[in-house]
Structure formats: C-alpha cells, structure tokens
C-alpha cells in the first residue's frame, strides 16, 4: 500500500517520515538529539485527533524518547510551545517535500501554524509543475543556497563542480 505520492506505509499506516532522517543502525530522539540507547522511542505525530492518520500516510510524524520527550514534565504532550513547535516543522517537511502553499495546507489540517511571512520564505516549485526556462536553470540547489544565505548570511554557501554546497544550520527534515 502507498500513500498519495507514491510512498509505501507500513502494517500500521506509517510512510516514512520526512521530518526526521533515519541512518541505518542509528536512531534519534527528534527532540533532544540524543540516540536511542537501548530507551524506547514513541513515533509521534504532531497534528493528531482528526489528523492522525493524514500525518501518518503523509510522513508527518517523529521519534521521541518515551520518557522526557514525549510524556512527562516538558514534553511533546504537556508543552503547548513543544506542541507547536512540532506543528510547525512537520507543516515546513510538508510544505516542502510536497509543493504545497499555505492555503493548500489549510485545506488539509484546518490551520496554519507557520505565518503568511515564514510560509513566503519556502519557496517551491512542485515536481509536476509547469516551471519556465529561468526555474529550470537555476535547479532547487541554487535555490535553497540563496534562502539559507538569506537567513543566515555569516554562513555562505559555496559553488563546487555546479553545485551548491551550503553550510547551513541543522534542519529538522
């Protein structure tokens, strides 16, 4: 079974997040950065109620540490500001990886958590988009080099063989 763009979702629904990256043997709190170790880790999903199973078929979720991260003082369930704050990533992964504008994300979860501003700021040209002469020139690369350069100028990006290699922040998608 997949989801609406292809993705293949797991026995319980899951598609593969595309907040949090996963490297082979190695497994992360979204959170606090800090691996596994041997501690359970919860799959989360930040828009959850009626959405649940959207975010779940859309990737729209994370692993957390079950204590500290995800239950508990300070949590992903008992922090409004955490809460929010993972609405927030999981609508910039989705906003992103699926070409979507901010009424386009209204339309599917109800409410934005990003403002019109922050949403402005992403700028994305779906895969099956009509793009002119100029877009395809200039590649997703340049693109995302000139925002980060934008946001974080004491950071540059630098050009190597046609490439836009950016030294950014951690992003988390």
């Given at each position: 079974m997949?989801?609406?763009?292809?993705?293949?979702?797991?026995?319980a629904g899951y598609a593969p997040s595309i907040m949090q990256n996963k490297r082979p043997g190695k497994t992360f709190c979204y959170l606090c950065g800090l691996p596994a170790n041997g501690n359970h880790l919860d799959r989360h999903e930040p828009w959850g109620a009626a959405n649940r199973q959207k975010s779940k078929e859309l990737g729209l979720w994370v692993e957390l540490h079950h204590w500290g991260c995800h239950e508990?003082?300070?949590?992903?369930?008992?922090?409004?500001e955490v809460a929010r704050q993972l609405r927030a990533d999981a609508q910039r992964a989705a906003m992103l990886r699926y070409g979507w504008s901010r009424e386009r994300w209204i339309e599917e979860f109800g409410k934005s958590e990003l403002s019109e501003e922050e949403c402005l700021r992403l700028i994305v040209i779906p895969k099956t988009a009509e793009r002119t002469a100029e877009e395809r020139s200039t590649g997703a690369g340049k693109r995302v080099a000139e925002i980060v350069e934008q946001l974080w100028p004491e950071r540059p990006a630098q050009t190597r063989s046609g490439f836009r290699l950016v030294d950014g922040p951690d992003l988390p998608f």
């Open positions: 997949t989801n609406q763009f292809g993705a293949a979702l797991d026995r508990g003082p300070g949590s992903a369930h008992a922090s409004g």
